[in-house]
């Protein structure tokens, strides 16, 4: 079983930043990714990297959202700059193995107008 510690988030003002980071307990870095969702909404991709250090970005975040990991510390970041009202909301991890996938317990992101 893979557990997932994630940290950062908070509020913040439109056009302002934050920076959410997850560690893995886990031997063996693979692909992870954060998701979030706003209240009413099903859950969203916003960005993912594996292990080899390929990101992906869902369209609404590019330009804005940087993903990064550091794979000794099996930890990612998700840098979240020029934040809009409409990025609010539960920011997950998710970690993906062979075995499956693993989530965190979420933490919330709140941008003001």
């Known amino acids: 079983q893979v557990q997932l510690v994630e940290s950062g988030g908070g509020s913040v003002q439109a056009g302002g930043s934050l920076s959410l980071s997850c560690a893995a307990s886990t031997d063996t870095m693979w692909l992870m990714a954060w998701y979030r969702q706003a209240p009413g909404k099903e859950r969203e991709f916003v960005s993912g990297i594996t292990n080899a250090g390929v990101a992906t970005y869902a369209d609404s975040v590019k330009g804005r959202f940087t993903i990064s990991a550091d794979n000794a510390k099996k930890t990612s970041y998700l840098q979240m700059n020029s934040l809009k009202p409409e990025d609010t909301g539960m920011y997950y991890c998710?970690?993906?193995?062979?075995?499956?996938?693993?989530w965190g317990q979420g933490t919330q992101v709140t941008v003001s107008s």
């Open positions: 998710k970690y993906k193995n062979p075995s499956g996938d693993y």
